[in-house]
């Protein structure tokens, strides 16, 4: 059994982990944890390194339901001076344990000691930097479903080297771009690695797909300029992060006449963030404004649609419509729902679970706190 620390936007992360281990038997699951039982423990090394959504990923152990027999078992493995870390998700008094746990070691007149600071969970930085995941002294105690599970981290996200490859300083850092963790999450979710993005301008989507180790991706976009400007970026990511393209290409299209595209037989999925209209501002956006937008809005992507399935397109479709908030109330750009349940079929994004569920119209929500507009995610294949 396996333990997957979610991410904040929890109900993606979760769709993240179904779209990658479709078949994985589910344990249990909340805001914070998902429990699976996966038959391969490589399996899950490799795919971890292209998830997004996923803190750490901590592997039961079994027979050991004592933390102290656990932590001591470990440091006797140990030549050297023994370093360990413990975070509790549940009731426990961490101080307590570690304590505890010192006074544990010393009496077995083994040295080692721990490296949470303040009697704190530890971060993925901390973890990293100690190297607790290679010593395999990285140890977490769950509660969920009213049993207490102790595991040992086997995988934590590198968020450095996350930060580290920040192509966002090659560019304009637009209020209201894509977040990566998002594009990734969305990618994943198709489920496939060719992918086509027809709004592709910020090609936030194309990129983290070519750090992705995707082979193919391309992109068009209805302005000439931006077209341009994402022909240089797409270079720039190949030429700078490491990475396994074979095809990569960008041209300009207006999406409304999608069935033109050379993309649509190349790629095997499109996945996009398409046109979110007008950006508004928090003090200035109005339910009319928003209205008037959406009008428009809807016919782009009426025609986009009837398109699409004119030109006979039945692979995957994962996109996010906009959706707005007023003073703390959120509007939906609920016309489109018929327009898809008119062209397409929506697809499940989470497995069935009893307690997190999708939005009504079977899509996810991404939001930054104090942005107007926040992402409708859907997952569509065209009828
Ligand atoms: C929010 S951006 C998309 C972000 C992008 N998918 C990414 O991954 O960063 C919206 C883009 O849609 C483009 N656009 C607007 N109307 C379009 C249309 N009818 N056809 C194609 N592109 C369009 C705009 O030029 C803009 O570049």
């Given at each position: ?184 999450i969305m990618i994943n979710i198709s ?75 190349k790629a095997d999925s499109i996945v ?112």
């Amino acid at each position: 059994m396996y333990a997957f620390q979610l991410w904040r936007e929890y109900k993606l992360s979760i769709a993240e982990i179904y779209a990658l281990f479709p078949t994985a038997i589910h344990i249990f699951v909340d805001d914070r944890f998902c429990i699976l039982d996966i038959a391969s423990s490589q399996e899950i090394i490799q795919k971890a390194s292209r998830m997004w959504g996923v803190i750490k990923i901590i592997e039961i152990e079994k027979n050991m339901s004592d933390i102290s027999e656990l932590i001591i078992q470990n440091a006797q493995e140990h030549e050297w001076k023994f370093r360990y870390g413990l975070s509790i998700f549940g009731s426990w008094n961490l101080k307590k344990i570690l304590m505890d746990q010192k006074r544990s070691l010393k009496s077995a007149w083994i040295s080692g000691r721990f490296i949470n600071k303040n009697f704190e969970n530890l971060s993925s930085a901390q973890i990293i930097g100690e190297d607790l995941v290679t010593r395999l002294s990285d140890f977490t105690i769950i509660e969920a479903d009213k049993k207490t599970y102790v595991w040992k981290t086997m995988w934590v996200q590198d968020i450095d080297a996350y930060s580290k490859r920040d192509y966002g300083k090659t560019r304009d850092m637009l209020v209201g771009m894509l977040p990566p963790k998002l594009a990734q999450i969305m990618i994943n979710i198709s489920g496939w690695s060719k992918i086509y993005d027809p709004f592709c301008w910020l090609w936030t989507i194309l990129i983290e797909s070519i750090l992705m180790q995707n082979v193919e991706v391309y992109g068009s976009d209805i302005s000439p300029e931006n077209t341009e400007k994402t022909k240089k970026n797409i270079n720039y990511a190949r030429k700078s992060f490491d990475n396994s393209i074979k095809t990569a290409d960008a041209s300009v299209l207006d999406a409304t006449w999608i069935s033109s595209s050379p993309y649509l037989k190349k790629a095997d999925s499109i996945v996009t963030e398409g046109y979110l209209g007008q950006a508004f501002l928090p003090h200035s956006v109005t339910l009319w404004k928003i209205t008037e937008e959406k009008k428009q809005l809807l016919e782009m992507y009426k025609k986009f649609f009837i398109w699409l399935q004119k030109a006979n397109f039945r692979k995957p479709l994962v996109i996010s419509f906009p959706f707005w908030e007023i003073q703390g109330k959120y509007y939906y750009f609920s016309e489109i729902y018929d327009i898809i349940k008119q062209y397409g079929k929506t697809l499940p994004l989470l497995p069935r679970m009893d307690d997190i569920k999708h939005t009504k119209s079977w899509s996810l929500l991404y939001k930054r706190p104090g942005q107007v507009v926040g992402r409708e995610i859907f997952k569509i294949k065209i009828r």
